[in-house]
Each structure stands twice: as structure tokens, then as C-alpha cells.
């Protein structure tokens, strides 16, 4: 069975702090994973996909299939990264999402 | 180019009507998938669709069910409504499917009284 596990539901930081969003999956077959986030009054958006290994808004994220995790980074945050991130599995053509964390970043 | 459209955006049902929702797809997307967004369980798969076939359904009884016309527009319907089917309804689209980048509409808030 398919199933992404976020264990944090609020992540609180300062500005300029690092960030780490954890994401654990469980999948038998080899899974594209990636990284949804959700402004304030906004639509939930893609933020990256492991295939691209690029990095939006300065963060990364890094397939650990030993770990099966796929934690999302960014090394000093910013105020605008205040939002609700999902991490999320795809197999068998059915896109499946972890509860979320929030992250919240204060002055 | 135009977003994902879902329409109503907010509906009040009672408990034991019925209730369809509507979603049109960005232009040239033939994946339609549904999704149940409430507080406590996050974001659930409800089914998807591709070129008016259903591909995939997730775990929710047979009162869920949708379809897609040959114009990709998709419509979900739920029928009985429960108090539990308050939620917030996420339609998005892709070019192919799961592995393709999904592209959200901004949901209908069904309340049901």
C-alpha cells in the first residue's frame, strides 16, 4: 500500500533559521515523490518533484530510498515560506498525500 | 491560460440529498482526479479520471462517484449526503495522469446540515 507520513503538523522557526520538513513514504515499487505547498488564500501548488532535482524558492529536497524519506530543506528561511506543505507519493496513477505540516516562520 | 475551475464554490445540503460538483480542467488535460480535503485526514483520493474512464478510486463507499465527459470536464456526485461529507473538494487536473504535474482548482466548501 501507497502511504506518506508527515509526523509534523506545525513547524515553527525564526526568519533565517533552517527548515526541515520530514516525509517518509511506504511504497513497494518505485515511487515519484514530491513536494505540494499551499499559501494562504492560495490553490495548492507543486513545489518539486525528485525527478527534477532542482531547487524552488531555495528548497531541495533529496530521495533517501534506504530511509525511504524525502525531507524537504531549505537552509534559512524566509517569512514568505509560511504555508502548508504536503508531501505526496505517486503509484498506479493515484496521488497520495500526507496530513501536512504547517510551517510558520516569525520575524 | 486558465486555471482549473470547480463550481459552486460553496454549497449548504442537508443531510440525505444529493449533491453534484463540477470541474473544468486546464485546456488540453485529460486526468481529472477528486480529492476530500478535511482537517483531521488531510487530503484523501477520491478517483481519477482519464478520457472519460475511471483509472483509479480510493477507499470511500459507493455514495462517491464522478464521471468525465469527452470534453474533460468531470463532475463528482454524492449521494445521501452525511454530516461527515463536510469538507472541502479538490479537483485537479494533469496532462497524463499521477506522474504528470497536478494542477489544483481552488475546491467547493460542501457543509451538510
Known amino acids: 500500500a501507497q502511504r506518506v507520513t508527515q509526523p509534523e503538523k506545525l513547524l515553527s522557526v525564526f526568519k533565517g533559521a533552517p527548515v526541515e520538513l520530514k516525509c517518509n513514504y511506504s511504497y513497494s515499487g518505485s515511487p515519484e515523490l514530491f513536494w505540494y505547498v499551499q499559501y494562504s488564500r492560495q490553490r495548492l501548488q507543486l513545489l518539486l518533484r525528485?525527478?527534477s532535482r532542482e531547487s524552488i524558492k531555495g528548497f531541495t529536497a533529496d530521495l533517501n530510498k534506504g530511509e525511504t524519506s524525502f525531507h524537504l530543506k531549505k537552509p534559512f528561511a524566509q517569512e514568505e515560506d509560511s504555508a502548508m506543505y504536503y508531501c505526496a507519493l505517486t503509484g498506479f496513477q493515484k496521488l497520495v498525500f500526507g496530513t501536512g505540516t504547517r510551517l510558520l516562520v516569525s520575524p | 491560460k486558465a486555471g482549473v475551475t470547480q463550481t459552486p464554490r460553496y454549497l449548504i445540503k442537508t443531510r440525505g440529498q444529493q449533491v453534484t460538483l463540477s470541474c473544468s480542467p486546464i485546456?488540453?488535460?485529460?486526468?481529472v482526479s477528486w480529492y476530500q480535503q478535511t482537517p483531521g485526514q488531510g487530503l484523501q483520493f477520491l478517483f481519477e479520471?482519464?478520457?472519460?474512464?475511471?483509472?483509479n478510486k480510493g477507499n470511500f463507499p459507493g455514495r462517491f462517484s464522478g464521471r468525465q465527459f469527452s470534453n474533460s470536464r468531470s463532475e463528482m456526485n454524492v449521494s445521501t449526503l452525511e454530516l461527515g461529507d463536510s469538507a472541502l473538494y479538490l479537483c485537479?487536473?494533469?496532462?497524463?495522469?499521477?506522474?504528470?504535474?497536478?494542477?489544483f482548482g481552488q475546491g467547493t466548501r460542501l457543509t451538510v446540515v
Open positions: 485537479a487536473s494533469s496532462f497524463t495522469g499521477a506522474n504528470t504535474e497536478a494542477f
Open positions: 479520471y482519464f478520457s472519460e474512464t475511471q483509472r
Open positions: 525528485h525527478i
Open positions: 485546456s488540453g488535460h485529460r486526468s
